[in-house]
C-alpha cells in the first residue's frame, strides 16, 4: 500500500511539479497553478463521468419525488425506485466512483505541495528522500515560496477569501443549473451548502500554508469553468455574479424538471452513467439542448448538434432497449 | 467534486442528514490533508554546570529546552517553558514563566543553546515556532526575551567573544547583532541593535561561524538557502566578501586553519579561505549534505543524505579514506570524535557506528543486529568527559551509549538504571 501512495502516486507528482517549476523559471506558484489544471485535465473522464451521471440523477428527480409520495411503505419504495433506476439504465453508484477514484489523487496533490513548499527543516528532510536522484531536481530544491507577494510556505488571508470565493460561485453554479426544487428541506439543504461549503474552505485556507490555498482556488477556478462549458447555464448575468442568494434554475433547467413533470419521463437510454442517451422519441422534449433545437430557442449549439447526431446513430441500434424504458 | 457530491447525495436522497454526514466526512478528510509538518527542533545537547553539579543542557519531552541531572532522582532541574527551578507546582498551568510577561507556546529548538555573561550566567535558545530569543538564567529561577523577530528562527545564536554580543541570523534573510545587556524588544527599534539588521540573499537555516582573519577582524560567515554565503564584520555588519554555491545551504558552517566548511544541495561540499571567500576546494557527495561538518585535527567529516561519510584533508580536501563510508542510512546528525578516537556516526534511523578516523573501517556496530535508538536522531550527539555519548533524539528522549558497548540505554525520562550498570560494566 505504501509502495502504491508513495513510489506510484506522491513522489512521481512531487518530482513532475519541480521539473515543473524549473520550466516556469523557478516560480513555484506558477508551477502549483499549471499543476493543478494539468492534473484536472487528466482525471477529466472522470469529471465528464460524474457530470453526466449527475445530470441523469437529477432529471430523475420528478420521478423519484413521486415515487417517494405514491409508495409509503419502505420496501416498495425502494423496489419501485430501483425499478425507476433499471428501467432508464440508471447506476446509483455512478456518481460516486468517479469521485471514489479522484479522492486519492486530490489527497496526494495536497500531500505533494505541503511535502514540497517545506515550511520546517524536518519537512524538508522528508522530502529529500522522495526527490528522484538527479541533479536537475535535487539542486534546485528548496523552491522559491514568493508568488506575485505571498509567501507560499505562510497562512495567508487574501488567499483564504479568494478560496471562500469560488467556493461560493462553485455553489451558486451548481445552484443555478439544477432543476427547480420544490421540495423545501432539499432547498434550505442547497443554501446551506452555498454558505457552508465556502466558510468552511475559506477557513482551512487560513490553518494551511498559501500554497495549498493556490491548489484549492485554482481547482475550484477550473472546476466552474469545467461545470460552466458542460451545463452552458442561460442565466449567468452581471446580477447573478454580485447576488448573495441562489438565484432561480436556468431555463434549461426549468425545462427539463417541465419535461419530467409532464410524466414523459426522465432522460432514458442505454446507461445514464455513460451520458443518459436519450430515446430517439424522446429526445426533442426531455434533453435541454435538444429541446431547446425543437423549440427553435437560440441555444442551440454546434455541440448539441453534434451530441444530437450521435443520440440519433445509438438511437437506431437500441430501439427495442429504448421502448422497454418507456 | 464538492458540488457534485453534493449533488448525489442531496438530490438523491434529499434529507438534510445527508448534508450533516457529509460535512461530517469532509471534515476529516480536509484535515487529513491539512497536517502540517510541525517543527519538533534538533537541538544539540551541551554539557553545562548548575549549581555544581554537571547537567545536560538538552531538547527533551514535548520540544522544551531542560536542564537535567543525570545523577538526581529527580532529573529535571528546569524545564523551559513550564517548569522553573525553585517554583512550586501548582494546578494552575497557564503561568507565565518567572520573568516573562505571558505564557510561552515555544516549540522547535533548533539551534544548540549558547552561553552569555562572564561566567555563563544565562542560556541563550531561540525558538521557530515564535521567533522568539531568549535568554534563560542557567539555574533555571527566570527567562527573559531578547528579541522577538516575528518570524521562525532555525539557525542557532552565535555568541561574540566578549560573551556579551549575539548575532541572531533568521528566515526572513536578516542578521541582527543584540547587546544582550540592553536589548531591543522590537525588530522595529533598530537603533537599538549593535548595528543596523544586515541583509543578505536567502533564508538563513544554517547557524553562522565567527571567524577571526588578519584582513577584516572578527567576521560572521552566514550560510543561505539561496546558495550564497556572506562574510559580515562583526563590528558594523558590512559584508567583507561573498560566495556564491550551486544550492541551498542548510548545515551549519565550521571553521577550522584558516578555512570554513560546508555543505550544500549542490551534492557538493566546499572549504572557503576565510581572509579573501575564495574557494579553496571542493568535493562532490552522492546526496545533499545537511550534517555539520567536523573539522578536527587537519581532517573534516561529514556525512549526506544517500548515508555516506566522507573525510577530506582539511587544507587539500584529499580524500582520507579509500572510499567514504556507507551507513546505509540516511545521516543529519553531526559526526562526533571521541576521546579515545573513534568517529560515531549516528544515522536518521537512530543507528549507532562507529569508524576509524584514520583509514574509515568500521570499528563498531554490527549491520546484522544494528544499535539503534527507538526514534530518529536528527541532532548532534554530546561525547561527554568519560567517553560516553548522550543522544537527543526527535522524541526528546535522552539516551547514552559508549563505543564498544553493545547496548544504547534511555536515561530521560524513564532511566534505565540496569542497562546503564551493564554499559559501564562493559567498559571494564
Redesign the interface.
Known amino acids: 500500500m505504501s509502495f502504491i501512495w508513495n513510489d506510484l502516486l506522491v513522489n512521481p507528482m512531487i518530482n513532475a511539479l519541480i521539473t515543473m517549476s524549473n520550466a516556469m523559471l523557478d516560480n513555484f506558484g506558477l508551477a502549483i497553478i499549471a499543476f493543478t489544471i494539468f492534473i484536472r485535465l487528466v482525471t477529466f473522464p472522470l469529471?465528464i463521468k460524474?457530470?453526466r451521471?449527475?445530470r441523469a440523477?437529477?432529471e430523475m428527480?420528478p420521478q423519484?419525488?413521486e415515487i417517494?409520495k405514491k409508495y409509503k411503505d419502505p420496501k416498495r419504495r425502494q423496489q419501485e425506485m430501483m425499478k425507476l433506476y433499471r428501467d432508464v439504465g440508471f447506476n446509483?453508484l455512478g456518481?460516486?466512483l468517479p469521485?471514489a477514484v479522484?479522492?486519492p489523487i486530490?489527497?496526494a496533490l495536497?500531500?505533494v505541495i505541503?511535502y514540497t513548499v517545506g515550511?520546517?527543516?524536518?519537512?524538508?528532510?522528508?522530502l529529500?528522500?522522495r526527490l528522484y536522484?538527479w541533479?536537475y531536481i535535487?539542486?534546485?530544491?528548496?523552491l522559491s515560496s514568493n508568488f506575485i507577494g505571498i509567501d507560499l510556505a505562510e497562512r495567508s488571508i487574501p488567499l483564504a477569501i479568494l478560496v471562500a470565493a469560488a467556493?461560493f460561485y462553485?455553489?451558486k453554479?451548481?445552484t443555478a443549473t439544477?432543476p427547480q426544487v420544490k421540495?423545501d428541506?432539499?432547498a434550505?439543504?442547497?443554501k446551506?451548502?452555498l454558505y457552508?461549503?465556502p466558510l468552511?474552505?475559506g477557513w482551512?485556507t487560513m490553518?494551511?500554508?498559501s500554497g495549498?490555498g493556490l491548489y484549492w482556488f485554482t481547482t475550484s477556478v477550473v472546476?466552474i469553468l469545467q461545470?460552466y462549458l458542460y451545463y452552458k447555464p442561460d442565466n449567468i448575468t452581471w446580477r447573478w455574479l454580485v447576488s448573495m442568494e441562489a438565484l432561480p434554475p436556468s431555463a434549461k433547467a426549468r425545462q427539463r424538471a417541465a419535461a419530467a413533470g409532464d410524466g414523459r419521463g426522465p432522460a432514458t437510454g442505454k446507461s445514464a452513467g455513460k451520458g443518459a442517451e436519450l430515446p430517439p422519441q424522446a429526445t426533442a422534449s426531455q434533453d435541454p439542448v435538444a429541446a431547446g433545437a425543437a423549440d427553435g430557442s437560440s441555444s442551440q449549439s454546434a455541440a448539441a448538434r453534434r451530441r444530437r447526431r450521435r443520440r440519433r446513430r445509438r438511437g437506431r441500434g437500441g430501439g427495442a432497449r429504448s421502448e422497454r424504458g418507456d | 467534486?464538492?458540488?457534485?457530491?453534493?449533488?448525489?447525495l442531496?438530490?438523491?436522497l434529499?434529507?438534510?442528514r445527508w448534508?450533516g454526514i457529509a460535512?461530517l466526512a469532509?471534515?476529516p478528510?480536509?484535515a487529513?490533508?491539512?497536517?502540517?509538518?510541525?517543527?519538533?527542533g534538533?537541538a544539540q545537547p551541551i554539557a553545562a554546570e548548575v549549581e555544581g553539579r554537571p547537567v545536560i543542557i538538552a531538547r527533551v519531552e514535548d520540544k522544551l529546552i531542560g536542564a537535567i541531572d543525570l545523577d538526581r532522582a529527580n532529573a529535571v532541574v528546569w524545564m523551559f517553558p513550564g517548569a522553573a527551578a525553585g517554583r512550586p507546582e501548582s494546578d494552575d498551568d497557564d503561568r507565565p514563566f518567572p520573568g516573562l510577561d505571558d505564557q510561552v507556546d515555544a516549540q522547535?529548538f533548533?539551534g544548540a543553546p549558547a552561553t552569555i555573561g562572564a561566567n555563563d550566567d544565562e542560556f541563550v535558545v531561540a525558538d521557530?515556532n515564535e521567533g522568539v530569543v531568549y535568554a534563560i538564567r542557567r539555574d533555571g529561577s527566570s527567562a527573559r526575551v531578547l528579541l522577538d523577530t516575528g518570524v521562525p528562527v532555525?539557525a542557532g545564536v552565535v555568541v561574540a567573544d566578549d560573551a556579551r554580543t549575539i548575532f541572531v541570523a533568521t528566515t526572513d534573510e536578516r542578521v541582527y547583532a543584540i547587546d544582550t545587556e540592553n536589548p531591543p524588544l522590537s525588530v522595529n527599534d533598530t537603533e537599538a541593535f549593535v548595528w543596523p539588521p544586515a541583509e543578505v540573499e536567502g533564508?538563513i537555516?544554517g547557524t553562522p561561524a565567527l571567524a577571526h582573519t588578519e584582513t577584516h577582524g572578527s567576521l560572521l560567515i552566514v550560510p543561505t538557502?539561496s546558495g550564497q554565503v556572506a562574510a559580515l564584520r562583526t563590528g558594523d555588519g558590512t559584508p567583507a566578501w561573498t560566495f556564491v554555491s550551486?544550492?541551498?545551504i542548510?548545515s551549519d558552517v565550521a571553521i577550522d586553519g584558516g578555512l570554513a566548511f560546508f555543505g550544500g544541495?549542490?551534492?557538493t561540499f566546499y572549504a572557503l579561505d576565510i581572509e579573501s571567500g575564495d574557494l579553496r576546494w571542493s568535493a562532490q557527495g552522492a546526496?545533499?549534505f545537511?550534517t555539520n561538518a567536523l573539522a578536527v585535527n587537519g581532517a573534516v567529516y561529514a556525512g549526506d543524505?544517500h548515508g555516506a561519510v566522507w573525510a577530506w584533508d582539511a587544507q587539500t580536501g584529499a580524500a582520507r579514506w579509500p572510499e567514504p563510508f556507507q551507513a546505509g542510512e540516511?545521516i543529519?546528525a553531526q559526526p562526533a570524535l571521541t576521546a579515545a578516537g573513534e568517529l560515531v556516526i549516528i544515522t536518521?534511523e537512530g543507528t549507532l557506528l562507529a569508524v576509524d578516523p584514520e583509514t574509515g573501517a568500521q570499528i563498531w556496530g554490527d549491520p546484522e543486529t544494528p544499535l539503534r535508538t527507538s526514534n530518529r536522531v536528527?541532532a548532534t550527539p554530546l561525547v561527554l568527559d568519560d567517553g560516553s555519548l548522550v543522544i537527543s533524539d526527535?522524541q526528546g528522549v535522552l539516551w547514552r551509549s559508549r563505543v564498544g558497548a553493545g547496548r544504547v540505554c534511555q536515561v530521560y525520562p524513564d532511566r534505565n538504571l540496569e542497562c546503564e550498570r551493564l554499559l559501564d560494566a562493559d567498559r571494564g
Not at chain 1, 119 to 126: H, I, M, N, V, W
Not at chain 1, 138 to 142: D, G, K, N, Y
Request: with cysteine.
Open positions: 469529471t460524474q457530470l451521471t449527475t440523477m437529477q428527480q423519484m419525488q417517494q446509483p456518481c460516486l469521485f479522484q479522492i486530490w489527497i495536497f500531500h505541503r515550511t520546517t527543516p524536518e519537512a524538508l528532510l522528508d529529500s528522500r536522484d541533479g535535487t539542486e534546485s530544491v528548496p467556493t462553485q455553489q453554479l451548481s439544477r421540495d428541506r432539499q434550505a439543504t442547497n446551506m451548502m457552508m461549503m468552511l474552505f482551512f490553518t494551511v500554508p495549498l472546476a461545470a | 467534486m464538492r458540488r457534485r457530491l453534493g449533488h448525489c442531496g438530490d438523491r434529499g434529507d438534510r448534508l460535512l469532509a471534515i478528510l480536509l487529513a490533508c491539512t497536517i502540517s509538518n510541525d517543527p519538533d534538533w522547535g533548533y521557530h532555525i533564508r537555516w538557502m550551486g544550492a541551498g542548510a544541495f549542490d551534492r546526496h545533499w545537511w543524505l540516511r543529519r536518521r536528527l526527535d
